[in-house]
């Protein structure tokens, strides 16, 4: 069987305060939309802006982190994979589908008063959260990145 890849990796802005719910099993569910930017010029040469919005959807620890760290305006880096739903729409019995982004991992790029409601990380660090399958008992994996670690 060939291999294959379902990477996705986003850097953007939060367009509204993340939705979080629990499921019955006590796990959390955020949902939230990000807005990414593409800028190009047009055949008469000038600059056009062209905006395309994200679903994403992060479980457990990861949800509970943007419920209390990601806001409306935040900057994030997210990584995930590509996943699309479908269901059968009770009032019109359509068919409906949604598209959205299942984030694995996510590095929270505001500083604070930038749209991130967290206090704990200054400006010169980011927080990096990872959300992998984890055995029972193993926390996630949490990573600070300096100025000093960026290359440019």
């Known amino acids: 069987m060939p291999k294959s890849v379902n990477k996705v990796i986003l850097l953007g802005n939060v367009g509204k305060d993340p939705e979080v719910k629990f499921l019955p ?10 807005a990414t930017s593409e800028r190009f010029k047009d055949k008469a040469g000038e ?19 943007i419920r209390d ?14 996943q ?5 729409d009770q009032a ?14 996510m590095v929270l790029l505001s500083g604070r008063g930038e749209g991130e409601a967290g206090g704990s990380y200054s400006r010169s660090n980011t927080g990096s ?12 994996a949490s990573t600070e990145i300096t100025d000093e670690d960026i290359p440019f």
């Open 25 to 34: 099993s006590g796990s959390a569910v955020a949902n939230f939309s990000l």
């Open 47 to 65: 600059w056009q802006d062209r905006t395309e919005w994200h679903n994403l959807t992060a479980y457990q620890r990861l949800a509970e982190i």
């Open 69 to 82: 760290y990601v806001k409306k305006g935040s900057k994030l880096y997210v990584e995930g994979r590509i």
């Open 84 to 88: 699309t739903r479908s269901w059968d």
């Open 92 to 105: 019109s019995g359509q068919k409906k589908y949604r598209t959205e982004i299942i984030v694995n991992e």
């Open 129 to 140: 959260f990872d959300q992998r399958p984890s055995t029972p008992g193993e926390e996630l």
